[in-house]
Every structure is written in C-alpha cells, then in structure tokens.
Nanobody, 126 residues
Framework: QVQVVESGGGQVQPGGSLNLSCVISGRSLDDYAIGWFRQAPGKEREAVLCTSSLDGTTYVADSVKGRFTISRDNSKNTIWLQMKTLKFEDTAVYYC???????????????????WGQGTQVTVSS
C-alpha cells in the first residue's frame, strides 16, 4: 500500500505563488500516475493535473493552464505542484493522489485514484 503526504499549503495574496509537494512512500513513484485535485467549500472535488510516469505526459485543467506546472524527482519519490498567478478561485484543499497505472489518459476523476493524501489548504486572499 502506498502512502501519500502533501505539504506546502498556506495563505497567499492574489497574483502570488505557492509550491506544494507530494511525497510517495511504500512503493516507487515511477510505478504511479499522480494526480492533483482540489475541493473548495460546497463544491465537488475537481481534477487539476495528472502526470504520467511512463512518458511524462501531463494533463492540465483549463482553469489552471499556464499558471500551474508539475515537476518530479523519482529519486526522492516527490512531486511538486508549482502554482503562480494565484486567484481567489484557487482557494481550496489540494489533494495529491496516486493511480496504480503509469499513464493518466486524461485528467481523471477521483475513483481512478486508489491512494490519497490528507490534503493541504491553499487560501488566496488579500
């Protein structure tokens, strides 16, 4: 069973930047496609990005395209979500999730991912 732990959330002003990290333990990061999701109060959990370990293909939601990017270090079993030009509507709990396949095939939806972190709060406010 793989464990997933996110960190790096916090409060930032509009236009600011924040980096989240996701550490996988129990198995190799290279065995998994990794997704980032977020959930704002009163809303459903939505997919933000998914990155494949097989070929590095990354799918990005339109709402964050050009602002959010992903990087990974398989030797550290860590993925980073780099968020810039943050907006009020980016406020949410952000979750990292692992899918027991090496490819995403798209952004995916929560049932596609078997292992989840506890979430980290990102608040964009002035």
């Amino acid at each position: 069973q793989v464990q997933v732990v996110e960190s790096g959330g916090g409060q930032v002003q509009p236009g600011g930047s924040l980096n989240l990290s996701c550490v996988i333990s129990g198995r190799s990061l290279d065995d998994y496609a990794i997704g980032w999701f977020r959930q704002a109060p009163g809303k459903e959990r939505e997919a933000v990005l998914c990155t494949s370990s097989l070929d590095g293909t990354t799918y990005v939601a339109d709402s964050v395209k050009g602002r959010f990017t992903i990087s990974r270090d398989n030797s550290k079993n860590t993925i980073w979500l780099q968020m810039k030009t943050l907006k009020f509507e980016d406020t949410a709990v952000y979750y990292c999730a692992a899918r027991r396949h090496r490819i995403c095939g798209g952004l995916g939806s929560p049932p596609d991912f078997s292992s989840w972190g506890q979430g980290t709060q990102v608040t964009v406010s002035s």
